[in-house]
């Protein structure tokens, strides 16, 4: 994305993402306007303390909800680009929750859409996750029922042009109620949780996550979801780095926790094509042509039959330095409402 000529919008702008996306973009893209969409007053409060608005009058803040479709078609107004990033993401939250995660999860996505259609909003990703592909948590359903509704929004968006994609990776290090900080908390304790060993994640920084969204924003064509190539890691590993004199102790799996994650699934792969640094899942809808699209990747190769791209049988693989960086890096940089080591431990993993 290089036109600062721009005005966006992050919905869920507040949060880990929102953050690192908007001090990226102010910096290095200055762009007409950033507006924060979001429903905590404080977190706006707060953000507004590290962007002073003498430094950056540019980004502005929206008090609101993706469940209120009126309050977003005010604040899509004049809006080029819309980052969805707003999301109830705890999966335990959400099993116990439901009809709350398809509200925002489902509905809102949807409330969206019709927004960003009607308010001629140039393009919309959205950011997704690796349990949305062959889901058995709700939080999973409810992704991937919201990638659905905007690969399918291209279908419909008629003379608008509105262009719609998918951004889908793995967990992100250092964000609220991810396993580095989860194990950090516990780590004076001398006990950490493990909820199976035999587990792996994929593993993405927010640094990495937001330069992947903005290359994906300049290439979408409207349809695609993008998987980028991210290493993978055991759990146990990232428990020995955190707390190398600590005990494991294994606790069970919560309700609606898979072993491994997906993020390109077996019935996925034929409609797929796999470039240097990441993977492209093409729709499968009568507006896209595979052969002109495939021509637009350099370079580019379609999935074998039977491929899935999983945490347990990836290529790529941290090594223990690295998870030693990581982890340093997230210790430096524990958002203010994280608990330290000499705080009370009742945060959760996701």
Known sequence: MKNNKTS????G???????????????QIKPTRIAVYSRDELKQFQMRQEFPLYKYPNLRFFIGDVRDKERLYRAFDGVDIVVHAAALKQVPAAEYNPMEAIKTNVLGAANIIDAAIDRNVKKVIALSTDKAASPVNLYGATKLCSDKLFVAANAYSGTHQTKFSVVRYGNVVGSRGSVIPYFLAQRSSGVLHITDPRMTRFLITLKQGVSFVLKCLDMMQGGEIFVPKIPSVKVTDLARIVGPKCKQEVIGIRPG??????????DDARLTLETKDM?????THDYWTHKEYASSLPGSKTCPD????????????????????LVRETELHLPSDMPREDEPRFIKSS
């Open 306 to 325: 039977g491929f899935c791209y999983a945490s347990d049988t990836n290529t790529e693989w941290l090594q223990d330095t690295q998870i030693t960086e």
């Open 257 to 266: 926790e898979k072993l491994h994650e997906i993020m390109v699934s077996q």
């Open 13 to 27: 702008g507040t949060g880990s993402f929102g953050r690192e996306f908007a001090q990226r973009v102010l910096d």
């Open 8 to 11: 966006i919008l992050i919905t």
């Open 279 to 283: 993977f492209v899942i093409q729709p």
